[in-house]
């Protein structure tokens, strides 16, 4: 399966892939430019300045590129990862995504409306109705209990007080603090704190969520509940979420897809798989290497083809079995595994292939 890498003309889907986008999507950004500094706008016209190092750039122009070129597409209902070091410019991206910070160029298409057209009525009516945000701060407001933290979306919208105290209290429970709400922050601690994030996120009931690093300053258990909670709310109410973050066991763990960053630049797009079983390049490789194969790997990448010797009449498992959860199955059929997809066989796995990840060879 061919990565996807910066080079490529469209980082929106990869081709064969069965896990990209397939319907219109939720929201799809196209060339994406953020530059700042004097005359930030002639840079992505010149295509002698488009490709200089950051370094260079600022020593010529003034300028410095946080955001390059960058395009992909979200579709409804997805989990959309954007990971990279500090100064890969995601936390930039996010936020250009809604205009908090102005793109310098390029395009934001959000249910077939183009963002960047948007005058400022349109956009206060967009962020209270259809977007929501998590911070790694918390954001909350430390004289006002959790219920009216929560509610403060709704505050803000013009609900009655009936209305936005009921909606709170709904997803108060949802996320797990009842008994909380008449709690002050002060009194929480760091996890509840972002609970209470997360609740007022969802209170305003948005068509998309986008979180910047949220978990970011908790501590490594605290986090990992949190993360399992991101994976719960997804799984009952289906949002569509954009997530910022420079932590690959989030990205692997969160991510449908994962959108990889440097300096500035789309590297490689694609599902954790994909990155770890086809890296675009050097430094994806290197990001990933550490990443244990039979993780994130599934039976599709160490299957093989079917020979007249072979017998076909072992237990059968899906392509997207991760290999993992395939070994004992496979280690103690005396028949290879069959990998079979709507009836059809794909190909075979024995204990060659299942040891060779796990012994670390592949």
Known sequence: MAAVTEDSHDLTAEPGSTTGPTQQPLISVRDLWMVFGPKAAAVPKNSDLCELPRRELMQRTGNTIAVRDVSFDVAPGEVFVVMGLSGSGKSTLVRCLTRLIEPTAGSVVFEGENLLQADARRLRELRRHKFSMVFQNFGLLPHRRVVDNVAYGLEVRGAGKAERRARALEVIE?????????????????????????????????DLMLFDEPFSALDPLIRRDMQNEVIRLHRELGKTMVFITHDLSEALKLGDRILIMRDGRPVQIGTGDELVGAPADDYVRDFVSDVPKGDVLTLRWIMRPVTDDDPVDGPEL??????????RVVLESHRPVRVVENGKLLGIVGDEEILAIVAGAR
């Open 318 to 327: 899906p392509p997207g079995t991760v290999i993992r959860d395939a070994t």
């Open 174 to 206: 949802l996320v797990g603090l009842s008994g909380y709400e008449n709690s002050y922050p002060d009194q929480l601690s760091g996890g509840m704190q972002q609970r209470v994030g997360l609740a007022r996120a969802l209170a305003v009931e948005p």
